[in-house]
């Protein structure tokens, strides 16, 4: 099955700086990858995704580029401000798309 | 307003007792599933479902039922078999024709 690594596990960054998550994928038919944002003692909400046909996508201050010949995705946040602190999941779906593997997650905190 | 409720937010039970939790969601969503969320862990796939009287085991059934009588509801049952059930549990659902995942605001199970 499908096996998604993400680093680092935890990012410090200071106000305004950017932060870079980077996650990794197994399975070359994987199609499809979504970046959730979970904060504390809530569901993670998607804030950005992708498909194997693009190889990069930007949202305002968010961005993820994709590689498919290196099976690793990123995620980009630029003038990060405190309320970006959470947990961000990067994940990879199955060919048939019916079934999303996420990596371990990626804690940022955002010093002000 | 559209969503997935997920009830109750704390549940404590004792060892050795089935629980039920409750997934209902009112956006016409086909696809419906359960993760669990360790601390520090990514969220794993217990069991999923694409339509009603439909399901499948994820990465980490054992320990766990569910059922799809109705396209709303998928409720999960945490039975006395699932060895360590203390976790964070979060139900999804998706339209089969998106990827996207709309997520609860998670069911904390703890077990004494």
């Known amino acids: 099955g499908e096996n998604v690594e993400q680093h680092p596990s935890t990012l410090s960054v200071q106000e305004g700086d950017s932060a870079v998550i980077k996650c990794t994928y197994s399975?070359?038919?994987?199609?499809?990858f979504p970046w959730y944002k979970q904060e504390l003692g809530k569901g993670p909400q998607l804030i950005i995704d992708i498909r194997s046909n693009v190889g990069e996508k930007k949202d305002q201050r968010i961005a993820v580029t994709l590689n498919k010949t290196a099976k690793h995705f990123s995620l980009h946040i630029t003038e990060t401000q405190p309320e970006d602190s959470a947990v961000y999941f990067c994940a990879a779906s199955n060919a048939a798309g019916n079934k999303l593997t996420f990596g371990g997650g990626t804690r940022v905190l955002v010093k002000p | 307003d559209g969503g997935i409720t997920q009830s109750p937010k704390y549940l404590f039970r004792k060892e050795g007792q089935n629980v039920t939790l409750s997934c209902e969601q009112n956006l016409n969503h086909d696809a419906m599933y359960w993760y669990r969320q360790d601390p520090g862990q990514g969220l794993r796939l217990i069991y999923y479902s694409q339509i009603v009287n439909d399901f499948q085991k994820g990465d980490i059934a054992e320990g766990y039922s569910v059922s799809r009588e109705k396209k709303e509801s998928f409720p999960l049952t945490v039975t006395s078999a699932q060895k360590n059930p203390t976790a964070f549990y979060l139900c999804?659902?998706?339209?089969?024709?998106?990827?996207?995942?709309?997520f609860g605001s998670g069911t904390r199970l703890t077990v004494v």
């Open positions: 999804a659902s998706r339209r089969v024709i998106d990827y996207g995942y709309t």
């Open positions: 399975d070359s038919a994987s199609n499809y």
